[in-house]
């Protein structure tokens, strides 16, 4: 479903992501790993659009969108939820989820239907400042908002990033019944127990460079698990 190809991106001299080459297949969820600093978000960016200076191939399907604005992307059908959540914070849990289906094409209650069977909190919620939300529910409404618009790859940055253990637990089984209705994810996450135990398929980013890919039940045997806790901790490979 999406392939990218020699993927190189950046903010300004240097590039950050040098090379990037991976693939999701649909229906697959595959997890990014990496320490700080690796280029986990930049390469979002530059799959999502956002990052304006990038090279190299990202095709979903056949489409090579590399060159396309991010508006574009999204109504492609890829849909992110940024590291840190992002909800605007004066607006209600209501007009926050409308700003995710701009680009939808489909029935909108139909949507809000959907994200409210699988955040009931929100639906209790839905006309509350986004901003007065806990960080659990404000996670919750961020992978709401990138559902709106229905998407067929979701992309998702850190999302238990920050959360007490009974809210990742939480937000975990929504993504869990996500990924059993089929949907295509690739999620970054640095906390290896968690990337090997969602995820069926695992890229290790290291200093912009993939340094390793594996799939997730042959990464948890492997004998140098050790050292990939390490690198993921301190960067060094
Ligand atoms: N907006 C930006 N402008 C310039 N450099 C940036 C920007 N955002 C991130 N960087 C740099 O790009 C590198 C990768 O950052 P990032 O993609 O956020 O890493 P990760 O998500 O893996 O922690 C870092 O060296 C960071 O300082
Ligand atoms: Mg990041």
Redesign the pocket.
């Known amino acids: 479903m999406l392939r990218l190809i020699d993927l190189t991106a950046?903010?300004?001299a240097a590039p950050?992501l040098r090379g990037v080459s991976l693939e999701v297949e649909k229906g697959e969820v595959v997890t990014l790993l990496?320490?700080?600093?690796?280029?986990?978000?930049?390469?979002?960016?530059a799959i999502t659009g956002t990052l304006s200076l990038r090279d190299g191939g990202v095709h979903l399907h056949d489409e090579n969108l590399v060159k396309k604005s991010c508006h574009y992307i999204v109504s492609s059908g890829i849909s992110l939820v940024p590291?840190g959540r992002l909800v605007f914070a004066p607006f209600s849990v209501e007009d926050n989820l409308r700003l995710g289906a701009i680009r939808l094409r489909g029935d909108l209650r139909e949507r809000y239907a959907f994200v409210f069977n699988l955040f009931p909190r929100l639906a209790e919620r839905r006309r509350q400042a986004a901003g007065t939300l806990s960080g659990g529910e404000q996670q919750m409404l961020a992978i709401g908002r990138a559902l709106m618009s229905a998407p067929r790859l979701l992309l998702l940055?850190?999302p238990f990033l920050g959360l007490a253990p009974m809210v990742v637990a939480e937000i975990r089984a929504s993504l869990e019944k996500l990924r059993e209705a089929g949907l295509t994810m690739l999620m970054?996450e640095q906390k290896l127990d968690i990337a090997l135990s969602f995820a069926s398929r695992a890229y290790v980013?290291i200093k912009?460079r993939i340094a390793l890919s594996d799939s997730t039940a042959s990464l948890a045997r492997r004998a140098d698990l050790q050292d990939l806790y390490f690198a993921l901790a301190t960067g060094k490979a």
């Open positions: 950046g903010y300004g950050v990496g320490p700080n600093g690796a280029g986990k978000s930049t390469l979002m960016a590291e940055d850190e970054v980013l912009g």
